[in-house]
C-alpha cells in the first residue's frame, strides 16, 4: 500500500481558512472538501493548537483494545461507529471487553464487535464549545478514516477520563502517513457462479454468522449472492423499506437490532425505536439512549434476506449504497437459540417488493 505524507502545518490552516468561510462545518465534511482524511485534520489539531493527543497504540495483537479494557470505572459513555451513510449513537457503560487477538466484542448497553488490528491511529481531543469542553476519545484506521469514537457525556467520571488520557498519551509521537486502503473484494462473473452449490450452501448455514464464509468459498460478494440465491433466500424490496420498518416498528413497539459497521467495528442497538423522523435526506431515530441517523437517498438496494439460524430462519433488512456495501442492517430481537418474533417476522416479510429500482 502507498503511504500519503501531510503537511501537518499547512492543512491547520487551510482548514482555518475553510472554516471562516463555511462556520459549523463538521469536520468529517471539511475533510472531504480539504481532500484529506478526517484522521489528518487531528493530526493537524494537535500540531497546531493542541487540543488534541496522541494515544499510544500497544504491539500486541489486540492494539488498541487493550485501552478499551480501561474503559468501565468512566461510567456512562456516549459510543459513535459511523461510515458514509450511517451514524449509530448508543449512550450507556462499556463492559470489558472480550478478545480474542485482533478480534474482540463488548456486550452490554454498547454492543460492539471489533476488528482491532484495522485501528492504526488513536487521539484524545478537547474541544471547547457553547455548553463547555467535550471530550472525546477517536480510533482511525490506516487510510485514516474514523472507526470508532467514544464522548464524555455528563454522568462520565472526568477524574477516570483524565487519568485514562494520562496513561494512554503518547509523549513523542511519530508523524502518521496514512496508506491506502486495497478496494473491496471483486466476485467472480456471475456465469462462473455454482447456482445449485450456492444455495446448497445457504440452506446448510447454521448461523447467519456463517454467511462470510459462504461468500469466500464461492468468490461472490455479499449483493451479488443475494442476486444469485434465489427470492426464497434473498427477495429486493423498495428503496424505502428501512423508513417503513422503523414507523411500523416503532408503531407496533418491535424491538430491533440495528446494525451499523464499517472496516473496525460494528456497533448494535437493541430495543424498540419511539422518535422516529425525517429531516431532508436523513432518516433520524432521536431516542433517549439511542440515535441513528442514516442517509436514505444512498440507499442503492434494498434485501430482505432469510438465512438459517439452528432449526429455524431469520429475516434481516440489508441496506446496500451504489458500490454494493452493506451500509445497515436490522433484525428483530433474538437471544441465543431463541426462535424468531412474530411481529417482526411479519413487518419484514411483508415489506413491499423492488418495482424498477434495480439496475
Known sequence: MSTTVIDFAGLAQREAELRGARPGLRRRDAAEALGVSEAALVEALRISE?????LRRPTSPEGFGEL???????????????NEHCVHEVYGAYAAPQLFGAMGMTLGAIDLRLFLSNWRFGYALTEQTE???RRSLHFFDASGEAVHKIYAVAETDLAAWEALVSRWTDPAPAAPEYAALPPRRAG????????EALRAGWAAMRDPHDFETLLKKHEVTRIQALALVGEDFARPVAKDAIRRVLEGAAAG??????????????????????TVKVMGPWLNILDP??????????VASAWVTRKPAGADHVH??????DTGFCFARVFGERHGDEAER?????????LAPAVGELA
Not at 473496525?264 to 419511539?274: N, V
Not at 412474530?342 to 411483508?350: E, F, P
Request: proline share 8%; aromatic share 6%.
Open 289 to 298: 439512549g439511542f440515535n441513528l441517523h442514516l442517509r436514505e437517498d444512498r
Open 253 to 274: 413497539e418491535v424491538p430491533l437490532m440495528v446494525f451499523v459497521g464499517n472496516r473496525g467495528c460494528i456497533q448494535i442497538h437493541t430495543g424498540a425505536p419511539k
Open 188 to 195: 467472480r462473473p456471475d456465469a462462473e457462479v455454482d447456482l
Open 50 to 54: 493542541g487540543g488534541a493527543l496522541s
Open 316 to 321: 434481516a433488512l440489508e441496506l446496500y449504497d
Open 68 to 82: 478499551l479494557k480501561e474503559l468501565p470505572p468512566l461510567g456512562r459513555l456516549m459510543a459513535l461507529t459511523r
Open 131 to 133: 455548553r463547555g469542553p
Open 342 to 350: 412474530a411481529d417482526w417476522r411479519a413487518l419484514a416479510t411483508g
